[in-house]
């Protein structure tokens, strides 16, 4: 059987295991309704650290190695680590890849990094080429902030439609071996649309398309109906993007499923001042990392399909009147 | 045979082949020793642009269809394009993926970003998922000054430890096919080394040890002598970091070989005010579409080592004091 399958989906014939993970967030996100789900809850944003910047880092960092102890290696163990961040230059990981010296390759697909991440790490070991391999990314609220929005000094108000920059890290080890779950068994890979959206405060929007073409992809390229999961989950489109993909279900002719949510939306709660709801590469990634994971190991969720988001623009193209180009990967996660 | 030899290289057992490639480059570049051999040297840096940036990703978006409709191929028969470039964002890659519609994947390796896209491409080809897959890199003179150092109007007087970021883009096409040259045979993923440089004006010291630890690492797990290959070319060390390259070489017991060389010293003539060399992941990726596999399309050179080093730094970390992490990734290039 083609590993490839219709237009855009690759189907694992050897699923690598996901044989354990990490996650790390900030006091908020801990604040949550999942703080008790993360391995880690900061109690600041500086982890000990003189920057927000080397505080991210070392989330991504302690992430890993946190994933990789918990199956008693140490880093020199780990063939390779995929990783990647929001900062510029994907700084967060380069360091963090600097300290744990595992042979490394970097990624960027802005929110959506972490499947981009996975689904690379599950090409590198169901391709025989190794046998242990991390994938793992990170965000930070004040780093982002400062860099793609304003000084937090300056306490500018948020729109409705914007959304909070989770501060987490997460990591997954997949390895080569028989027994165990979950495994990951199938991806998707997105292409980048854009609506024509230019509004850099209301990136669930611009997402929204995207992540409902992937879904889509990913339904008719393994000819699936979205009863298949028992949960889909998008990455961070925020209630905003969450209610506009629900419409584009309808329309793509996918009704709509109580098995679907938004790693935005169910990251905090209500009471939580997020406007519409998280974002960041750690969302979806803490999620993930946390209490999605450990529901799979329970047997609570059986067939997970994550399909995270990411709005590709830069505060140059924003600034030069470009508009938001949005990218989804799905990455299915099987109990089997 | 296991793909993985050693401790980070990685042989493929079915080389994909490099069916056509494609180079586009800015006048400076085309004015130096190669100009002949790129696919198309631009009049300005504008190529009918607003601004520079969007100049970048067209350059980068026409290497890519140049490459594929070689081979009489249309953007929907690719099935996946990996691509990065130096830009906060990867912009440059993300906007040419919004053009061509092909699934994406986006990387960064800083000047690395070729040799990494190459790599994770022959994963994706060699591991059986996609049978079509296009690497592509650019960079940009202009784009590039205005992010990572001083505006242009400025005049800042540079260094003569300093580089010049190449206006120059690159692709190539691989694909699962019997018959044809050259291929990709084997590739060594580099680990971030830090020897304590802080000085982002000389970048070519910073990476030189990256280079000679993943050349050092590709000959150990290979069980290869320098000899070996017809010409190892570093991406971007320029003047200075090839001369530290060549001491390093002495002291790791690699003697100083004839057949080795550096993209950033070939890219341009000694007549051009380049300072200590070519940068920019356009550098590696220029000379490798352009003479370096026209001359293994002619036999000229039938075993190549293309290892492409990137300075893995953002100017925010610079400001936070610290030094600057350093990768390179080796890619090997066979008539077989």
Sequence with gaps: MSKKQGQQTIVFTSPPLISSWASLVGPKEGQGPWGEDFDQVLDDYLYDEQTWEKAESKMLREAVKQAISKRYYQPSEIELL???DLLNQIVSANYAARELSIPFLGMYGACSTMAESMLTAAMAVDGGFFSRVVAAVSSHHYTAERQFRTPIEQGVQKSATSQWTATAAGAVLLEAVPGGNPRITSATIGQVIDMGQSDAANMGSAMAPAAVKTIKAHFDDLNRSPDYYDLIVTGDLGKVGMALAQEL????????QPNYSDCGVLLYNDRQDVNSGGSG????????????????????????????????????TSFQGETIPSIAHAVALENI
């Design 281 to 316: 590469c750690g969302s979806s990634a803490a999620m993930l990392c946390g209490p999605l994971l450990k529901k799979m190991s329970e047997g609570k969720i059986n067939k997970l399909l994550l399909v995270a988001t990411g709005a590709l623009m830069s505060p140059t």
């Design 82 to 84: 995929i990783s990647g």
């Design 249 to 256: 279900f309808i329309k793509e002719g996918l009704l709509p």
